[in-house]
């Protein structure tokens, strides 16, 4: 068996102990003599499970008691709409700040269920950096107040948390989350997609203020009102059973190997340094964010040539360095670095680039 470095931006690598784990349990998961994906999600089997992936999301994130996690399906773009249903329901009015693609997405989703304001983008220099925000120009009367903490696509992350008072702060943290220790107490809702940091893909994970459920708009499907998942602890229908699974393996790493999110993050800053530095010196390579708003994630790079980073993209992948290429948006490179890259991952992917540098410079 030969394993490549896998650099997708999402779906993308997970723990190898993860997926051992779950090769050995796949026959019958401890002595249930049937594979997690075949059990009822009404079960008590799985009902462990559940538990066990809320309560050790809980600990890690250290989320608040009135704080509700709920496990639905639909990906980070049914919370797009999701959000806005749910949380537009006194002025009707957002604010977004729009660093990308995803937010782009989200701003222009709301906009069909009330007012969506931009308050800031980065859209002229290709969203390259967070913009520098300004609290006087927020509404107080907006109903939330959204931000995309990493972006994905771009690789930047906003180095602080935008200052909103009393309106609630709605983050999509699909790429970061699990990355480092987040403050949940700052934010009125979180959302992400499993698949870039928590397990496969079908797992959306939703962490929300209870006092913000309960008030949907009129018409709202029943599959969408956060209340309904959350007073029947995502069990409403059959919620995504073995992609929950895999989380809570995840979660699992990160709580007994790996030891918490402060470690978590302290080996997400060597990965991320030592390719950051390496690009800082390069004479070939250049990343393409400003350093104040880089993620820890996503390191977007270019030579500069087309052509090369063509044959970079090439080279790398015949010798196992895989999903390198960057979002059409943006172009050259990208190495998605999230939690389960292993750091050797990284200095051989930086060795290789030397490597490269020196033949092509
Ligand atoms: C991948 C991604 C999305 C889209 O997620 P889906 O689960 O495919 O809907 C949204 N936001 C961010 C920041 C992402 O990285």
Same mark, same amino acid.
């Given at each position: 068996m030969s394993r490549v470095y896998n650099?997708?931006? !999402?779906? %993308? +690598?997970?723990?190898?102990?993860?997926?051992?784990?779950?090769?050995?349990?796949?026959?019958?998961?401890?002595?249930? !003599?049937? %594979? +997690?994906?075949?059990?009822?999600?009404?079960?008590?089997?799985?009902e462990s499970i559940i538990q066990a992936c809320e309560a050790s999301l809980r600990q890690v994130l250290s989320i608040p008691e009135n704080y509700k996690v709920l496990f639905l399906q639909g990906g980070a773009s049914t919370q797009f709409a999701m959000v806005p249903l749910n949380l537009m329901n006194r002025s009707k009015k957002a604010d977004f700040v729009l660093t990308g693609q995803w937010a782009k997405k989200a701003y222009s989703e709301a906009g069909k269920f009330g007012t969506a304001r931009a308050v800031a983008s980065s859209a002229d220099r290709t969203f390259a950096y967070i913009p520098r925000l300004d609290p006087a120009s927020f509404d107080p009367e907006a109903d939330y107040f959204h931000i995309c903490l990493n972006n994905t696509i771009y690789g930047t992350k906003f180095p602080t948390l935008p200052e909103t008072g009393s309106v609630p702060l709605v983050a999509d943290v699909s790429s970061c989350i699990l990355s480092e220790p987040l403050d949940i107490s700052r934010f009125g809702l979180l959302y992400a997609g499993a698949q870039k940091n928590m397990g496969p893909a079908g797992l959306t994970v939703v962490i929300v203020r209870e006092d913000l459920i309960g008030h949907p708009q009129e018409g709202t499907p029943t599959m969408l009102d956060y209340k309904i998942h959350a007073e029947?602890?995502?069990?409403?229908?059959?919620?995504?059973?073995?992609?929950?699974?895999?989380?809570?393996?995840?979660?699992?790493?990160?709580?007994?190997?790996?030891?918490?999110?402060?470690?978590?993050?302290?080996?997400?800053?060597?990965k991320a340094g030592l390719l950051y530095s390496f690009l800082d010196g390069s004479a070939l390579f250049k990343g393409t964010v400003d350093p104040d708003s880089r993620s820890l994630m996503n390191i977007p790079?270019?030579?500069?040539?087309?052509?090369?980073?063509?044959?970079?993209?090439k080279e790398a992948e015949a010798a196992g360095f895989i999903n390198l290429k960057g979002h059409r948006s943006v172009g050259g490179m990208r190495a998605s670095i999230y939690n389960a890259m292993p750091i050797a991952g990284v200095e051989q992917l930086v060795a290789f680039m030397k490597e490269f540098e020196a033949k092509n410079a």
């Open positions: 650099f997708s931006a !999402g779906p %993308s +690598v997970l723990p190898e102990c993860v997926l051992r784990t779950a090769a050995e349990e796949m026959l019958d998961y401890q002595g249930s !003599g049937q %594979s +997690v994906m075949e059990m009822s999600h009404r079960s008590k089997v799985y029947n602890g995502s069990m409403y229908n059959t919620p995504p059973t073995y992609a929950i699974y895999i989380c809570k393996l995840v979660l699992d790493w990160i709580q007994n190997e790996i030891g918490g999110l402060e470690k978590m993050k302290a080996l997400n800053e060597e790079f270019v030579t500069g040539n087309e052509e090369l980073d063509k044959k970079f993209i």
